[in-house]
């Protein structure tokens, strides 16, 4: 048994605590407005992001599908491959992204 491998893990899950109280200030109106939206929905919810932000889209839509809530994950470059005929009007999408500049996430309408 080491005690300084026993008090690194006490620091991190003291980190990782201290965070989790600080995000609990942050959460708004607008989460709200998207945990109601998605209790209306009566599609599926589909998650997307690139990197790090799809893997955590994809544990999201599994947490989701695992709780009675149809979802997926639709990686975006599939979408702009086809995948997109997937999506039906009564569907809601999430896009997770770090910085809200990955290409594959950005909107450029057509019209």
């Not at 980190?15 to 998207?34: G, R, V």
């Not at 109601?36 to 599609?43: A, F, K, M, N, V």
């Not at 799809?54 to 639709?74: D, E, N, Q």
């Amino acid at each position: 048994m080491s005690p300084k491998i026993i008090k690194l893990a006490q620091d991190v899950l003291n980190i990782e605590a201290n965070e989790i109280l600080k995000a609990s200030d942050k959460i708004s109106n607008e989460f709200s407005e998207a945990v109601e939206c998605i209790l209306r929905c009566e599609g599926r919810v589909i998650l997307s992001g690139i990197g790090k932000s799809g893997h955590i889209a994809g544990k999201i839509a599994s947490t989701l599908s695992s709780t009675g809530t149809p979802s997926f994950f639709m990686h975006p470059g599939e979408a702009s491959h086809g995948d997109l005929g997937m999506i039906t009007e009564k569907d809601i999408v999430i896009f997770l992204s770090n910085s809200g500049e990955s290409q594959e996430l950005i909107f450029y309408p057509t019209y």
